[in-house]
């Protein structure tokens, strides 16, 4: 068993056609445990495969399909049904292989591991079109790693990750810590360390669920075994990071910038992760991945608190309600179905980033070129109807992509149209890249695909947002191309702006006058007031990277006071609310609309502000009866 190493057994996994979509991650696919010897099924988990790749012959290559659960039909990436052969047998729900099957491929385990003398890693198939046996093919054998060189290790005084019936276990006050780093995503989880420094790689191929991913840093080609992983450390970058974000959204714990996690740590070693100290220990601390006895009450999905009997809709109204609307962060499509049950008022930033790298994949101009555009905007508006139908009437501010140059080049196809930047973070991104004749007509894609969702879909609770916000002029050209599109401001379509740039927080009211609203990007709006590159790890550590800079909030507040002055709602959607609980305060009562916080802050933020709002009218009650006093005061003199 490669994730208990019980020699007993023999596991199978399986999915319906090309084996890419597994190690790829893009499936859970099936699993089933077989007893050596007798091959006997012990265990198995069906899961439901709403992804294949397979070959149509009528067309003469691999195709990419997704199950349409509404048509009962397998989808190609031009959105129509696919006429693959595949398609028309293969069921998401139903078994991928047949007991037979099973049975020949254990079989053929037993034979591949006496021939070798140790336990291998096999890929296989299965070929839909032979009959049984001859169907059943071995593509690829290679020894496995991770136990073997555990048994090998044995006798090695540093830690070697064991079987959980035997696990090395150790007391916090016991505890060795091996590597420090900054705390970018709550949370504890032991597991096994991987340490790779390619999304792509072979070795990648062999993350399971439930390892600890190490490496240098994390991009969108990383999403994928991010999903899979228990906890992820990098050597670099800093608490806004894209691990630390990804982290975030995925509750699973991080720690960034720990500058030698890759060099310190060996693949094969159990470790504990503190995400919430930013420590790494050796071995499995028992005090700190031990079931503890709750006495709080039962949770639902998105860890809210319930009463005995009560639903979330009954629950909701207990919390406080707030002047400040209280909004959550969100990029990965599939994640709302665990948070739907939260107090939030609304999406107050979708990054679509994650839907383009994970759903589409390829770079929107290759799909362009290709005369494929249809996949983009269908997959795009699927992954944003998923939210804005799960929230509806509340409203989705999605962020059009603001990927950097470097990002959309790891797309497939990107390398064509991507120039290769010195300094990608303020490079060609964000509207600059909407305005230019290189990537307008990708630019139109995200624009058709917002209409798709509003007018065929109907959920007109979306709204949209101009990242990395540069120049009024370049808004005004972003503005044209939409209203050229279909898609123009009005009062049930909102369209804001991202003030991370210090200029919008000079010319506010200049660009008041082109948008509905602005977005605080608290992180590139610290980095570009103050100049601290936001991924260094050493600028973090030396205190320059700080939201509270004096600096940036006198930026925050001129934003706030110039945008309503001219009648634009101002919310924030970066890191700082979620960390810092002055900066909330500061906010708060410098009369800031709404506030958009990662989904395990939104309890304790709305609580806060609560509780802030509160203590301002508090004060503002006391104001007024002192100044009553002293009028009476003053009128009894006389």
Same mark, same amino acid.
């Given at each position: 068993? =490669? ?287 031990? =079931? ?13 608190v319930t009463a005995t009997g009560m639903s979330p809709e009954q629950l909701l109204p207990l919390y406080p309600v707030t002047a400040t609307k209280i909004y959550m962060n969100l990029g990965e499509p599939d994640a709302i179905d665990k948070y739907k049950e939260l107090p939030f008022d609304g999406i107050g930033l979708m990054r679509i980033e994650f839907v383009i790298s994970d759903w589409v994949g390829y770079h929107p101009m290759y799909l362009v070129e290709t005369g494929k555009p249809e996949l983009f905007i269908n997959k795009l508006a699927e992954g944003i109807a998923k939210v804005a139908q799960v929230v509806y009437p509340r409203p989705v501010v999605v962020r059009f992509s603001d990927f950097k140059t470097n990002e959309y080049r790891g797309l497939r196809g990107g390398e064509k149209y991507e120039p290769e930047e010195r300094n990608p973070m303020i490079g060609w991104r964000g509207v600059s890249r909407y305005i230019h004749p290189g990537y307008e007509p990708g630019f139109k894609l995200e ?133 810092? =609980? ?57």
């Open positions: 068993h =490669p994730v208990t190493g019980d020699e007993s057994v023999i596991v199978i996994e399986s999915g319906w056609g090309l084996g890419e979509a597994v190690v790829g991650g893009k499936v859970t696919p099936d699993e089933f445990i077989v007893e050596r010897g007798s091959f006997r099924v012990v265990e198995e988990r069906i899961n439901k495969k709403t992804f294949m790749v397979t070959f149509d012959p009528l067309i003469g290559r691999n195709v990419h399909l997704h199950w349409d659960e509404e048509k009962q039909a397998w989808i190609s990436e031009d959105g129509v049904e696919s006429s693959a052969p595949l398609a028309k047998i293969a069921r998401p729900e139903a078994p991928s292989l047949t007991r037979e099957e099973i049975k020949k491929l254990a079989e053929l385990g037993e034979l591949i591991y006496k021939h070798y003398g140790r336990h291998m890693d096999i890929e296989w198939a299965v070929d839909a079109d032979l009959l049984f046996p001859q169907s059943v093919f071995i593509v690829q054998a290679r020894p496995e790693t991770v136990w073997s060189l555990k048994k090998a290790k044995e006798t090695e005084k540093r830690a070697v990750a064991i079987t959980p019936s035997a696990r090395k276990t150790v007391k916090l006050s016991e505890a060795k810590v091996i590597v420090k780093g900054l705390p970018a995503s709550p949370g504890i989880a032991a597991g096994v360390a991987r340490v790779l420094f390619n999304p792509k790689s072979p070795e990648a191929m062999e993350f399971k669920q439930g390892d600890i991913l190490v490496t240098k840093m994390t991009d969108p080609d990383w999403v994928p075994l991010m999903k899979k992983a228990a906890a992820i450390i990098t050597d670099e970058g800093g608490m806004t990071s894209h691990a630390a974000i990804v982290s975030r959204e995925l509750g699973i714990p991080c720690v960034v910038g720990t500058g030698n996690a890759t060099k310190t740590l060996v693949t094969g070693i159990e470790i504990t992760v503190d995400g919430g100290r930013g420590i790494v220990y050796e071995g499995v601390v028992e005090d700190l991945v031990k =079931p503890k006895v709750e006495v709080s009450l039962p949770t639902v999905s998105g860890g809210v624009v058709r695909a917002i209409r798709k969702v509003r007018e065929e879909f109907g959920l007109t609770n979306v709204w949209v947002m101009l990242p990395f916000v540069r120049t009024t002029w370049e808004v005004e050209k972003a503005l044209k191309i939409m209203e050229e599109e279909g898609l123009k401001r009005s009062k049930d379509f909102k369209v804001w702006a991202m003030a991370e740039v210090p200029s919008i927080a000079l010319l506010v009211e200049e660009f008041a006058e082109l948008v509905d609203g602005f977005s605080i990007g608290s992180n590139d709006l610290t980095q570009l007031v103050l100049g601290a590159d936001r991924d260094s790890n050493i600028l973090a550590e030396m205190g320059y990277f700080d939201e509270r800079d004096p600096a940036v909030l006198k930026a925050i507040r001129m934003i706030i006071r110039g945008a309503h002055k001219k009648g634009a709602t101002v919310s924030i959607c970066g890191q700082a609310p979620s960390v810092y =609980p002055e900066i909330v305060e500061f906010l708060v009562r410098e009369g800031i609309d709404s506030i958009s916080v990662n989904p395990d802050a939104i309890i304790s933020t709305r609580r806060l502000v609560a509780s802030i709002e509160r203590k301002i009218m508090l004060e503002r009650l006391e104001k007024i009866l002192n100044k009553t006093k002293t009028k009476k005061s003053k009128k009894s003199r006389y």
